[in-house]
């Protein structure tokens, strides 16, 4: 069964320049979820779609920050203007049915390392 | 609130020598807790997962944990460390949410070493 595929795997970009991530989930999982992983921490949620619906995007900083999951498989992050802070590794994670949520495995991507210069 | 604290930041052992990795958890419901593990460059793997049934769980590769509910504690344990367990170990609980979206809260990790 193929895994979670992400692209790219690096990106360096400016302060101020736009960037987007695209994650592809396992097959057949309805559930995909967005984390930021700065170094040295653990991964934070920022975004979780239950189809191509948004369940939670409480963390997500919307002003520079946007997602989205058209026809409810892929979805791409982006992040438009980045700033400094924004240096993570951004993973993508899915799990099969929301309705299982709270036992539900998650099973992640490689990430993307993301460097703001 | 619902959190989860590893209680090392770096855990350093020789090789065949046993693994202790500590995590408590507090929650006021009962969570879902797992281990996930970090190589360098790749992503997490899940290693083991508890979800009310049996407190000693088994994971892949040797390791287990504990579900200790009077401690709130759920260490993650392997008889004997190999070359290849150096990695960043996360401690996960998994709780319902407002829309029962069981989030998962990562602890800061800690980072196994192992020394040959």
């Known amino acids: 069964e193929a895994g979670v595929a992400q692209s790219p795997r690096y990106k360096i970009i400016e302060k101020r320049q736009s960037v987007a991530f695209w994650c592809n989930p396992i097959?057949?999982?309805?559930?995909l979820y967005w984390y930021q992983q700065i170094l040295g921490q653990g991964p934070k949620l920022l975004i979780q779609?239950?189809?191509?619906?948004?369940?939670?995007d409480s963390q997500l900083p919307k002003d520079r920050f946007s997602a989205e999951r058209l026809k409810g498989v892929d979805s791409t992050l982006k992040i438009q203007p980045a700033k400094l802070e924004d240096s993570a590794v951004y993973l993508c994670?899915?799990?099969?049915?929301?309705?299982?949520?709270?036992?539900?495995?998650?099973?992640f991507g490689p990430g993307t390392r993301l460097t703001v210069l | 609130a619902q959190s989860v604290t590893q209680l090392d930041s770096h855990v350093s052992v020789s090789e065949g020598t046993p693994v202790l990795l500590r995590c408590n958890y507090s929650?006021?419901?009962?969570?879902?807790l797992f281990w996930y593990v970090q190589h360098p460059n790749k992503g997490l793997q899940l290693l083991l997962k508890?979800?009310?049934?049996?407190?000693l769980v088994k994971g892949i590769n040797g390791f287990e944990a504990e579900f200790k509910k009077s401690e709130t504690s759920f260490h993650l344990t392997k008889p004997s460390a190999h070359m290849s367990d150096a990695a960043e170990y996360f401690c996960?609980?998994?709780?319902?949410?407002?829309?029962?979206?069981?989030?998962?809260?990562f602890g800061q990790g800690t980072t196994l070493q192992v020394k040959p």
């Open positions: 996960v609980v998994n709780l319902p949410g407002s829309s029962n979206t069981g989030k998962l809260i």
């Open positions: 097959s057949g999982h309805a559930t």
């Open positions: 508890y979800t009310s049934a049996a407190t």
């Open positions: 929650s006021s419901y009962s969570p879902s």
């Open positions: 994670a899915s799990s099969l049915d929301r309705a299982r949520g709270f036992t539900d495995t998650q099973y």
């Open positions: 779609f239950q189809n191509n619906g948004v369940v939670d």
